[in-house]
């Protein structure tokens, strides 16, 4: 995390945030964050980001952590969601994490022992290691986005799905 500032500090530049809702949100965001850390209060350190490139290069994705921490004995890197919609789902969030593990885990950074998304909205951590099956699902979703893809730029090109061209009247 790029500099410091007290939790005063923070909390009295909500006031230059010009949306009420906003506000609000940021505010119950750094209340959330704040108890998190007061259950996790090991040291803050950096992390770098990921971008993973899909296997036919169709689409790139950036994984970019907050801070890491050590969470349950792991370094875990962790990103924050404080976004109302969209809402989180466990499955799309685990197979997302699970496309940057080997990132992770091939590069300088091995000491890093986890990988992790906190929802300030309901309080998660969602933390790849608890989840045994998201290197499946991660893999699935990546086929899938580049089955879309792939369908999209042949509807583009005017080619059906069966390989007949659209015919097109100008």
């Known amino acids: 995390m790029k500099g410091s500032h007290s939790l005063a500090e923070v909390l009295q530049s909500l006031s230059e945030i010009k949306m009420p809702h906003e506000r609000e949100s940021v505010r119950r965001g750094i ?8 259950l996790n209060p090991s040291k803050i350190f950096e992390v ?6 899909s296997p036919n290069a169709i689409f790139k994705v950036k994984y970019t952590p ?17 976004t109302k919609t969209p809402e989180l789902s466990h499955r799309v969030v685990y197979s997302a994490l699970a496309i940057f593990s080997d990132h992770y885990r091939n590069t300088s950074l091995s000491s890093l022992d986890d990988i992790a998304v906190l929802s300030l909205r309901d309080d998660t951590l969602y933390h790849l290691a608890l989840n ?6 991660g893999r699935a979703m990546v086929a899938r986005i580049e089955a879309q893809f792939d369908r999209t730029r042949d509807e583009i090109d005017g080619v059906r799905p069966d390989s007949e061209p ?5």
């Open 48 to 53: 770098a980001p990921a971008t993973y490139e």
């Open 66 to 82: 907050d801070f890491g921490v050590r969470v349950n004995g792991r370094n875990t890197a962790i990103h924050i969601w404080n």
């Open 166 to 170: 659209i015919q097109r009247q100008w």
């Open 132 to 137: 045994a099956e998201a290197a499946f699902l």
């Open 31 to 38: 209340q959330s964050l704040t108890k998190w850390r007061d």
